[in-house]
């Protein structure tokens, strides 16, 4: 079975602090997949990035950046520098080959940044 | 434009009147599923299709039928709606099952039953 655990609930920072989001996951297959989205107030799902489990190279996109330990099977992603437009509902999320193609996501963490 | 859409986006029902949430992708995704969130839960899976007439239950399939007679359709159908499966309804599709398969979500139906 898989399971994905976001610890953080809710976090609040004020714009241009960095903020972690933190993920765990358990899974007992070798090959997996993790993702991460965003689900701004509006709604939609966006999607953010795609980490298979042989690829722990960390990954820098502008001000995002994402941490992949398979030691301590975590998925962390790292906001840089948070604007007020990063206030969202972030998860986190695993999918595997035998799996019948679902994604098992995480509870979410609600981030909101003040000005 | 690549894309998933749904219908409708936000629906106010009552109790036991039939509804149907339509999904449509022009991706040519053989991969359909439908996930509902509630506050507090994530995503969990209702239904999902592997291809053109091959669905199958996700975790919480109760209260809901799904079909999947052409590709690019899999609307959702709650035949008698309660007030317990008000929630945020999202469509999704990938090319195929794998997890090497990003799974595209649709913009998400706001279901309420009253």
């Known amino acids: 079975a898989q399971k994905v655990t976001q610890a953080q609930t809710e976090i609040s920072v004020v714009e241009k602090e960095d903020v972690t989001l933190d993920c765990v996951y358990e899974?007992?297959?070798?090959?997996?997949?993790l993702f991460w989205y965003k689900q701004p107030p509006s709604g939609e799902l966006v999607f953010l990035i795609r980490?298979?489990?042989?690829?722990?190279q960390n990954e820098i996109s502008g001000r995002y950046s994402w941490n992949f330990q398979k030691s301590t099977s975590s998925f962390n992603f790292t906001i840089t520098a948070s604007q007020v437009v990063d206030s969202a509902v972030y998860f986190c999320?695993?999918?595997?080959?035998?799996?019948?193609?679902?994604?098992?996501f995480g509870d979410g963490t609600t981030l909101t940044v003040k000005p | 434009e690549a894309q998933v859409t749904q219908n409708p986006r936000y629906l106010i029902t009552v109790t036991g009147k039939k509804l149907t949430v339509t999904c449509s992708q022009n991706?040519?995704?053989?991969?359909m599923s439908w996930y509902r969130q509630d506050p507090g839960l994530g995503l969990r899976q209702i239904y999902y299709?592997?291809?053109?007439?091959?669905?199958d239950k996700g975790d919480v399939p109760e209260g809901y039928k799904v079909s999947r007679k052409e590709k690019r359709n899999f609307p959702l159908i709650l035949e008698s709606p309660s007030p317990n499966q008000t929630s945020l309804y999202f469509c999704?599709?990938?090319?195929?099952?794998?997890?090497?398969?990003?799974?595209?979500f649709g913009p998400g139906t706001r279901l309420t039953v009253l």
């Open positions: 999320a695993l999918r595997v080959n035998t799996n019948a193609g679902k994604s098992t």
């Open positions: 299709s592997m291809n053109v007439e091959v669905t």
């Open positions: 980490r298979n489990s042989f690829d722990e």
């Open positions: 999704a599709s990938s090319l195929y099952s794998g997890g090497t398969d990003t799974q595209y």
């Open positions: 899974t007992r297959d070798t090959t997996y997949y």
């Open positions: 991706m040519n995704h053989e991969y």
